[in-house]
């Protein structure tokens, strides 16, 4: 099996896990047009601001660049932090051929520390 994380850069950043393949679902949100500049500003008045959020769009490449770092015929663990991102993207690797895919129900945020290797062992919740 392999892993694939799809949690952000933000958040790989923060600790990531040895072994896995990184392709986040959603990234930052780069445009400064006035819809995303009102989407930044209410993300940062619902918390972002404390939490260190931002406002994310969904990565446009992200199948592609499943596709060219994991074959079709991998057997696939997708996880992301809390679970419900890596339901979304194991739907959508099922629909683009991936037949063997498991998510992690709860994501990162169940395993204990010690479950899975991490870079500087950081603790992955």
Not at 6 to 18: A, N, Y
Not at 47 to 66: E, K, R, S, Y
Not at 93 to 113: C, E, F, H, Q, V
Request: proline residues 7%; hydrophobic residues 40%; glycine residues 10%.
């Amino acid at each position: 099996w392999r892993l694939l994380d799809i949690r952000p850069p933000s958040e790989t950043q923060k600790v990531g896990i040895v072994g896995a393949v990184a392709i986040p679902l959603y990234v930052e949100d780069p445009s400064n047009s006035f819809a995303s500049l009102l989407k930044k500003s209410a993300t940062i008045g619902t918390g972002g601001w404390w939490l260190g959020g931002t406002h994310m769009i969904p990565n446009d490449d992200f199948l592609a660049q499943v596709q060219a770092q994991i074959p079709k015929d991998t057997p696939v663990v997708v996880a992301c932090q809390k679970g419900l991102r890596s339901l979304a993207a194991a739907e959508q690797l099922s629909r683009a051929g991936y037949s063997k895919l498991a998510w992690i129900n709860g994501g990162l945020d169940t395993a204990r520390p010690g479950d899975l290797p991490t870079t500087d062992d950081k603790d992955v919740r």
